[in-house]
Each structure stands twice: as C-alpha cells, then as structure tokens.
C-alpha cells in the first residue's frame, strides 16, 4: 500500500520534469520522498485534524478533476462517452486479440490505489466510504479519464503529458499575479516594510507576470475560463461570508445592551446570582452584547461572575502567554463583570486544551485585579501626600489590542523620583495586603473557579429586514443562511465537554 502511494507521489511530481529544467530522476524520487515523509509525519494528529486538513484540498482536487474533463469532454470529443457501452470492450478484444490483453494491463493503473480505501475502514463508517467513492471520487475521475481519451484524439502525441497539457494555462498565471498581490500585503500590513521597497516588489515582479497574463488571454476561449469561473466562484463564496458576517457585527453593535439598564437591573442582574463563572463568547469589544439579555430571560438563574470572551487575531506571529488576555471591568464592582479579548497570532493554534485556557484566564483575570488594586492604592497613596496632584487614572486598558496585557501607566522622571525617594516600598504592598475589597474579591473568584465553568454561546440566526431589496433577501436569507448552516459551529472550535455548553438562540434582523 505504501508502495501504491510512493507511485501515485511520483507520477504527480513527475510532471515537472517536462516544465523545470534540470528536473531529472534524482530530483524527482528526492522530492517524492520529502513529500511522503511529510504526510506520514502528521499522521499522528489523529483523523479528526488532518481529515479537517485535506477535507477541502481532496474536494477542490476531485471537482476540478471532473470539470476539466467536462470541458474536455465538450471541446474535443463528445462521442467518447460511447465507451461507457460494455459492447465496445468486446469489439476491441475482437480486433486487436494478444494486444488488447496488453492495453488491459495499463487499465488497471486508472483504480490502483482503490485498496487502500479498505484501510479507511478503521477510520469512517462503510457508508461514508461508499458514500465519498460513489457520489465523489468515481465519477470525477471518469469525467477526468474520458477528458482525456478526448483530448487524445486530438492530440495523439500528448499521450506521455496527457493529464499536464489538458488542463487549460491561465490558471497558473493567475495564481502568480494573486501571489503578488499578497505578499504585497503581507510586507506592508504584517511586516511593515517601507512604503516605496513594498511597491518595487509587484511593480517588478507584477510586471512581468503581467505581460505572461496577456499573451494566455487569447486562451480564454480555448479552456481558460474554467479556472475563472472556479475563481470566480470562491471569490463570490468568500464576498457573501464577509458581507454577511460585517452585517451581522454591526447589527449586534447596534444592539448592544445599554449600561442604563444594566445599573437599574442592579448588581443581581434581576435574577438570583450562583457560584460560577460563565465564559459568554462573543465578538464585541466594547458593551454588553444582547445575548446576554437572552441568557438572563432564559435562564433561571446566571453566574456569580460573568466573563466576556472576544477573541481576535493580530497581526504578529505568536502573542505570548503572559499577554494573551486583556481584561477590563464591564460595570461596577459589585457585579463581577469583565471583559477579556483573548489576542492570538497567525501563527497561534487556538487547539489548547480546555482546563489550560480556563487556567490561563483565571489567572490573568487574578492579576488584573491585583494590579488595579495596586493602582488604585497608588493613587490613593499619592493623593494623601500631595492633594493638589492631578490623580492617576486607573483605566489604563486602552482598546489597542497590541497594548500589553498589564500596562502600566507612563510616568514622568520626577514622578519616579518621588516615588523612589519619599514612598517606601512596604507602604502599597501592605495597603494591598490588608484592602479587604480585594480579598473579597479574589476569595469571590476561587470560590466561582472551585463552582466550574459555564461557556455561554450564541446560536444567532441573520434575516434580511422586510424592506430590504430583493438581492440582499436572496444573499442573506438563501446564500448567507447556507454557509453558517455548514460550517463549523463554534462549539465544535472548542474542546469543552458538552455539559459544560449552553446555547440560546437569537435572530439578527440586518
């Protein structure tokens, strides 16, 4: 079986030979194996991940497989779909005797490797497995082949390049150009690079992929436009997820609970308050999210803490652990109510294991409030020495979500003169010791950490409003509504027990 894919690698990297100069044998079992040492080596992620890899990469390749031999199919020769007649199999042992029994051998090359399907077995169910090879995999690749014996009636000679040279030359081209344009990005959004260095690299490398662009348009007619419609169709994919999800945001921004009605509801919330803290996963930055009303209609009862989890990505590679979290109070003291953005890198894996998040953030949220009762004994301490002195904000966490995770608050030279020389250093440590708000306040957090934690997540579904025009109706209620059907829900993005889970439901009117 190893041996079947060692073959299959290399019949697929072969086809460099014919475009790289200097890409010979050696080249090519070389790379073969790197690539083969590769996929064994993730192996040990277990199904679930590298079937969550390759699940789309196998879909695009199989439906790109059929699409190209569609095209094939309809260009040169439509009448080889007479071959599916088993009658023509006969007239060809009839005709051609010893030398059909050779050509049968080379057939069976087209279902080598349909073995290893059996070792899947251990993997997916039967069903699926028949499900995937009959629905998917068989039929694309009898659309392939049969492009390709059309192909070959027009093109005797391609035989040794058969499956490189159908398929049509501006999607390379394309991609080249798209390449460009990213990395462009990339040094001026995430690298930062100077300005006019950013615009040499597509000028000088754009403009040369330019110029093959132009010489494949004649192409188009002749097979190019399948990549552009499968382009187009992505691109159009994508455009929808990103206009339905900025909707969506926006709609819960402007549906955020006042602070108002949050101080009249007091610091009970309106409901009876237990030992807990609930993590409710939203993607504001600022308010009070209205699925927060939600879960106080629907549940009997909330958390004795209730922590607002956002999380966002920036753009550096890795943010550190120890600044993974910002946090900041939501309302008054007494309601134990915070915000946390959870920062993540590009390169972060947000895959870590449950209880390491949970441990991670209460401690974070333990220093946050030791720091803010050290600013706030601060600035007590400097007014008693000084009372004209302007004071010392305590809200020193900025919505800069490259901020640090604790920043302190920056100090004039004489400012730290003074504290150096006229405040001891026991004096703030031994106001914090004995401020029996903040040991209230962490001896209420241990005892919500000792109760569990709770994830409070949102099932939201988006509608177009009634007056909306009848294109915006068809994207968000048909098109949008889709795409969130079928794809990954967020529970599934967390590795927490499901009993840990609640769900409440609410429709976004956009």
């Known amino acids: 079986m190893r ?8 019949s697929a990297m072969s086809g460099l030979q014919g475009e790289v100069e200097g890409f010979g044998t050696n080249a090519l079992v070389i790379s073969s194996i790197v690539i083969l040492v590769a996929l064994f080596s993730i192996q040990r992620f277990g199904t679930g991940k590298v079937g969550f890899l390759f699940a789309p990469v196998l879909a695009l390749w199989f439906f790109s497989l059929g699409a190209i031999g569609i095209y094939n199919l309809l260009k040169y020769d439509i009448t080889v779909i007479r071959a599916l007649n088993p009658l023509y199999i006969v007239l060809f042992f009839k005709k051609n005797s010893k030398q059909a029994w050779s050509a049968l051998g080379g057939c069976v090359l087209c279902i080598t490797g349909a073995e290893a399907m059996f070792a899947d077995l251990g993997h997916f169910s039967v069903r699926s497995i028949q499900m995937a090879f009959t629905c998917v995999v068989f039929p694309c690749l009898l659309l392939a082949y049969m492009g390709q014996a059309a192909y070959l009636t027009k093109h005797p000679d391609a035989s040794a390049r058969i499956f490189y040279d159908s398929v049509p030359g501006i999607a390379e081209v394309g991609v080249m150009i798209v390449s460009t344009v990213l990395v462009t990005l990339v040094m001026l959004l995430i690298w930062q690079t100077n300005l006019f260095l950013a615009l040499c690299f597509p000028l000088i490398f754009g403009s040369v992929e330019t110029i093959y662009l132009l010489a494949v348009l004649t192409k188009i007619l002749e097979g190019g436009w399948v990549p552009l419609v499968f382009a187009t169709f992505f691109l159009t994919v994508m455009y929808i997820w990103n206009y339905g999800s900025v909707l969506k ?9 006042s602070m108002d009605f949050m101080r009249e509801l007091g610091s009970t919330l309106g409901t009876i308050r237990i030992p807990g803290i609930g993590l409710l996963y939203n993607e504001l930055v600022q308010g009070i999210p209205s699925i927060f009303g939600q879960f106080l209609l629907t549940l009997p009862a909330i958390h004795s803490t209730i922590i607002f989890v956002c999380i966002k990505y920036v753009p550096v590679p890795v943010v550190p652990q120890e600044e993974r979290f910002l946090f900041r109070r939501v309302c008054p003291r007494d309601y134990h109510m915070f915000r946390c953005i959870a920062r993540y ?7 870590e294991d449950s209880r390491v998040f949970e441990q991670l953030l209460i401690e974070s949220l333990e220093k946050f409030l030791r720091c803010e009762a050290l600013e706030d004994a601060l600035e007590s301490t400097l007014n008693d020495f000084d009372p004209d002195r302007v004071s010392v904000s305590s ?16 100090r004039s030279e004489p400012e730290q003169e003074l504290d150096s020389e006229v405040l001891p250093s026991s004096s703030v440590g031994s106001s914090m010791e004995e401020d029996p708000a903040l040991e209230y306040e962490l001896a209420a957090l241990r005892e919500a950490t000792d109760s569990g934690l709770t994830y409070l997540l949102a099932h939201g579904d988006v509608r177009a409003k009634k007056n909306s025009i009848f294109l915006k109706k068809l994207v968000i209620n048909y098109f949008y509504a889709f795409l969130r059907r079928n794809c990954r829900a967020g529970a599934a993005n967390l590795t927490v027990p499901h009993m840990n889970i609640l769900q409440a439901g609410m429709t976004y009117m956009v």
Do not use: C, H, W
Request: proline fraction near 2%; aromatic fraction near 10%.
């Open 249 to 257: 945001y926006q709609s819960e921004v402007r549906e955020r609970i």
């Open 345 to 351: 890198g590009y390169k972060d894996v947000r895959k």
């Open 3 to 10: 041996f079947d894919r060692l073959r299959s690698v290399m």
């Open 395 to 410: 809200d020193t966490y900025t919505d800069d979500l490259m901020a640090p995770l604790i920043n302190r608050a920056k």
